[in-house]
T-cell receptor, first 112, second 109 residues
Framework: DTGVSQNPRHKITKRGQNVTFRCDPI?????LYWYRQTLGQGPEFLTY????????KSRLLSDRFSAERPKGSFSTLEIQRTEQGDSAMYLC??????????FGPGTRLTVL | GEDVEQSLFLSVREGDSSVINCTYT??????LYWYKQEPGAGLQLLTY?????DMKQDQRLTVLLNKKDKHLSLRIADTQTGDSAIYFC?????????FGAGTTVTVRA
């Protein structure tokens, strides 16, 4: 499978705990994106990397959220001190150009 | 800011054509997209159109863009049961996609 992969697929955590998600993009893609999707809504942009540089961050990405892409390959998204409002599907996408974003299957986070 | 709107539901008979409509507000959008999402899955890129085009056809899919009215549509010919899914319209510039809330398409026999 050469598509975007995300792990874990599901995460259940208690409020106040930290969680970390991983995204492995398609191998030749230098651009990587994170989105969040809540029930009944379309995805909302969170952040964008070109290689290892984080070039854009949405105002949705509060200071409890941090994303990294240390070697320009995989990326991690960490949420500290989770809140119930963080429950959502976290989607990763990658691309080799400015306009074709390919999405992974997502990580569904449930905060109890 | 960006705002993409689409109708929430569409029911269509198998074999008929489906038309899903979308309006957007950002006149500087470079590309307009249609994505498909099946239950429990991520988003599948169906097709996209550059903002200086008015039509794009790809097998059973036809995209029409009216840039003046900021209106985008997706026509699916000969709709099949496998086309049942949520379809998202999105506008994009360089790195960021802004999505609508999605249209749930149900194909009935």
């Amino acid at each position: 499978d050469t598509g975007v992969s995300q792990n874990p697929r599901h995460k259940i955590t208690k409020r106040g705990q930290n969680v970390t998600f991983r995204c492995d993009p398609i191998s030749e893609h230098n651009r990587l994106y994170w989105y969040r999707q809540t029930l009944g809504q379309g995805p909302e942009f969170l952040t964008y990397f070109q290689n290892e540089a984080q070039l854009e961050k949405s105002r949705l990405l509060s200071d409890r959220f941090s994303a990294e892409r240390p070697k320009g390959s995989f990326s991690t998204l960490e949420i500290q001190r989770t809140e119930q409002g963080d429950s959502a599907m976290y989607l990763c996408a990658s691309s080799f150009n400015a306009y074709e974003q390919f999405f992974g299957p997502g990580t569904r986070l449930t905060v109890l | 800011g960006e705002d993409v709107e689409q109708s929430l539901f569409l029911s269509v008979r198998e074999g008929d054509s489906s038309v899903i409509n979308c309006t957007y507000t950002d006149s500087s959008s470079t590309y307009l997209y249609w994505y498909k999402q099946e239950p429990g899955a991520g988003l599948q890129l169906l097709t996209y159109i550059f903002s200086n085009m008015d039509m794009k056809q790809d097998q059973r899919l036809t995209v029409l863009l009216n840039k003046k009215d900021k209106h985008l549509s997706l026509r699916i010919a000969d709709t099949q049961t496998g086309d049942s899914a949520i379809y998202f319209c999105a506008e994009g510039n360089d790195y960021k996609l802004s999505f609508g809330a999605g249209t749930t398409v149900t194909v009935r026999a």
